[in-house]
């Protein structure tokens, strides 16, 4: 139905043009929704700002709503379930206090320093990327409405029918692209789906601050997708380019994955608000993919990354630019090999949860530094990374992510591989100082301090 969030939202504008030029605000319910809801602000010329809602669950039941609150003091409260589960005044207040305090911080680290966009006799525009029960729009719409908004208007691409009429009787319309008989879940109706970092919503909400001029442009961590020519094969990558790129980082995946993969995607996005752009290419056409012999030839892989890497450097306006590479798995092992080779003119590699045993032989020939980031319960990997850094031939750093397994998939894990890459490039590609604790030393080996759920390096 939809490629991504982006056309998504575009769809969504075309049907709510309409209210272009009117007094409206966009609201973007996050993380995905704020991705569908830029490209609607950017069509309707209409501000851009994020809706934080939570909700109220009842003390012994959590999962069961009993109310939802917003920014600006607004609560909403279901009193029949109130009076049906019997909590009183002093549990509600208990329950609202401790979401309150994880709505205020939510709101902070998405918005920055930005007062929330007044909405107050305005028509709110509600987006979301789609919706299954319809608890969080509902809430949405309700705070909406007691923030002052005079008219509220629920927009997302796909939903069931069922919830679609439930949320009439909230919101004054409801505008929703299809409403499938089949529906099972919101992601099975996008060709991708993968999930946003917050760095890409905040990315999106300062793009859309800046005004008019600039929601016309692609904001950061923005992409395209490209061909290129690799050992007598066209290989299909897909180009994050910031507006003014001050680096290249080209990424090789591991086995199985490929250049779609949300967890290179996310950091990705990541690096592009560091003024880095990044080149994520399958080394491997989908029938060589099925060829195990060339999935584990790392070899040939590290020669088609040189090759990719070669395509990027012909770019405009990139010939001069810094290289890095970031690899995962086995794509880490070839880009430890392609690093290794003489002339590569590359600036500096991160590996995640890499094998690096496969490029055993060159990882003395690696002298650029090298960050080899693996999970803590990734054991037989961290013990291939940890016996990899003695042999580096230049500067290296381990760093280890506390509760964390080989694809990172633990809460928070993601953003800290992100965040470590992310200094790493901007130290050694664009030299912008020194990471917490100092520069890395030859057989480093750190802990990321990673604290679940908060996914923040200390």
Not at 3 to 14: I, K, S, V, W, Y
Not at 264 to 273: C, Q
């Amino acid at each position: 139905m939809f490629r991504d969030r982006a056309d998504a939202g575009q769809q969504l504008a075309a049907r709510l043009s309409g209210l272009a030029g009117k007094d409206v605000v966009v609201l973007g319910l996050p993380r995905g929704g704020v991705a569908v809801a830029f490209e609607v602000a950017r069509r309707l010329g209409a501000p851009l700002d994020v809706i934080v809602v939570r909700k109220l669950g009842v003390p012994f039941q959590p999962e069961l709503g009993m109310g939802a609150i917003g920014e600006g003091g607004v609560r909403i409260l279901n009193e029949e379930v109130v009076a049906l589960a019997g909590v009183g005044p002093q549990e509600v207040e208990a329950v609202e206090r401790r979401e309150r305090a994880e709505l205020d911080r939510r709101a902070r680290q998405l918005r920055g320093q930005r007062p929330p966009v007044e909405i107050a006799g305005k028509v709110a525009v509600v987006v979301d990327d789609g919706i299954a029960t319809g608890f969080t729009a509902r809430a949405a719409c309700q705070v909406a409405r007691a923030r002052g908004a005079r008219r509220v208007v629920l927009a997302v691409p796909v939903g069931p029918e069922a919830s679609v009429a439930e949320l009439s009787r909230v919101a004054d319309e409801v505008v929703c692209l299809a409403t499938p008989p089949s529906f099972f879940a919101v992601g099975q109706w996008y060709q991708d789906f993968s999930q946003l970092s917050d760095a890409e919503v905040v990315a999106l909400l300062e793009t859309a601050a800046k005004g008019p001029s600039a929601g016309g442009r692609r904001p950061p961590g923005g992409e395209e997708p490209v061909e290129l020519e690799a050992g007598g094969r066209r290989l299909a990558g897909q180009l994050w380019s910031p507006p003014e790129a001050q680096a290249v980082v080209v990424f090789a995946h591991g086995s199985g994955s490929g250049r779609h993969s949300p967890r290179n995607r996310t950091v990705a996005s990541v690096l592009a608000r560091a003024g880095l752009a990044s080149l994520l290419v399958d080394l491997l056409t989908e029938q060589e993919q099925l060829e195990r012999a060339r999935v584990f030839d790392v070899a040939l892989l590290a020669g088609r990354l040189a090759e990719a890497t070669a395509w990027a450097r012909r770019r405009p306006g990139w010939a001069d630019l810094p290289i890095g590479y970031f690899g995962a798995s086995t794509g880490a092992a070839a880009a430890l090999w392609a690093a290794a080779e003489p002339g590569s003119g590359v600036g500096a590699v991160v590996s995640r949860g890499g094998r690096p045993d496969l490029a055993w032989e060159r990882l003395g020939s690696v002298r650029c530094p090298t960050l080899l980031i693996v999970g803590s319960l990734d054991p037989e990997v961290l013990e291939l990374n940890r016996r990899a850094l003695e042999r580096l031939g230049g500067e290296g750093r381990l760093e280890v992510v506390p509760g964390a397994s080989h694809l990172f998939e633990e809460p928070g894990a993601l953003e800290v591989v992100a965040e470590a890459a992310r200094q790493w490039f901007s130290r050694h590609l664009l030299g912008q100082g020194e990471p917490p604790g100092g520069p890395a030393r030859p057989g480093t080996e750190d802990g990321a301090g990673w604290a679940g759920g908060g996914g923040q390096p200390r």
